[in-house]
């Protein structure tokens, strides 16, 4: 297969495939019909025969090629299956193809410093299990590199001080990404502002330019309610300091955050831990509501 799509990829070779679809032709016609040396032609006629793709007979005097279908039908069912694949519709494949949806909106928006200050999201989530175990959840830093991270991505540094004035850091890299040699994918640092065990978690997290930077500010405000046996966990999440350069995480936060709070909910669905009522269930599908006050 690679050595027919390296003959194919060129423009002179691609041109005889197609005249010799038509029909077998020598190598002087086939050079006329290209408008080509005759030994230039010759070469690529070689190259293509050395990829299995056309045949050649000496008739008399002339060569004469014809086309072998049968590589070319094992070629396109090749890339029919690839674009099966891509289409698929995967979860991945989805939320790429939303992010690219917001992404030119935001860079055009992105004008001057604190363009999307006071833009907020809002996040809820019944999750199956009672307040402590969701507090251990979103605090516990060994937890929460579980599924603070949206799908494709994995937590390769995470500290989380759950007291007023904590640190946070968060560091994320490809979820493919096994020995950390590609480019880190993003960088989080920021701050605890206020405890309440099982009630109340507030913090401020500052997404990293490339140079470091803050790229703007997030304040993000946690509540964690008892119902029916598990927890309602509301998420407020709003934006402020941002960057002419926040853009690109600007159109990623309902995406990436769903995604982690969706990843939290399935750790509680899947595995609860001990000791845990897990007789109410959890509903996969929770509700996102999102929406800008910018």
């Known amino acids: 297969m690679d050595a027919l799509l390296t003959a194919l990829a060129d423009p002179a070779r691609w041109r005889l495939v197609s005249l010799l679809a038509e029909r077998p032709r020598s190598v002087g016609v086939l050079a006329q019909l290209a408008e080509a040396r005759q030994p230039q032609t010759t070469k690529h006629l070689q190259t293509l025969e050395r990829a299995g793709v ?48 917001g992404l030119r909106a935001e860079r055009l928006a992105a004008q001057e410093a604190g363009w999307a200050d006071g833009r907020s999201f809002r996040f809820r989530r019944p999750l199956a299990v009672h307040p402590e175990l969701v507090w251990r959840h979103l605090t516990d830093a060994a937890l929460l590199a579980r599924w603070w991270t949206p799908d494709d991505l994995r937590a390769s ?20 990404d096994a020995d950390d040699s590609d480019v880190i994918a993003g960088r989080a640092e920021g701050v605890v502002d206020d405890v ?35 927890t309602e966990l509301d998420v407020h999440y709003r934006v402020t300091d941002s960057t002419v350069d926040s853009a690109d995480f600007i159109a990623g936060i309902e995406i990436g955050f769903g995604q982690s709070l969706d990843k939290l909910a399935a750790t509680f669905a899947h595995d609860p831990g001990p000791g845990t009522d897990t007789e109410t269930g959890s509903d996969s599908d929770s509700d996102t509501d999102s929406r800008s006050t910018a």
Do not use: N
């Not at 094992?74 to 890339?79: G, Q, R, S």
């Not at 930077?213 to 993000?220: D, G, L, N």
């Open 157 to 176: 540094e995470l500290v989380f001080e759950a007291r007023p004035g904590g640190r946070i850091v968060q560091e994320y890299r490809d979820a493919e």
């Open 196 to 230: 309440s065990p099982g009630e109340h978690l507030s913090y401020r997290l500052s997404p990293r330019l490339p140079d470091g930077s803050p790229a703007f500010t997030a304040h993000v405000d946690l509540d964690l309610r008892p119902r029916d046996g598990g």
């Open 54 to 101: 056309v045949m050649s007979r000496r008739t008399g005097q002339r060569r004469v090629y014809a086309l072998k279908p049968d590589p070319l039908r094992d070629l396109a069912a090749a890339l029919s299956r690839l674009a099966d694949t891509a289409e698929r519709g995967d979860s991945v494949r989805e939320a790429f193809d939303r992010y690219g949806l």
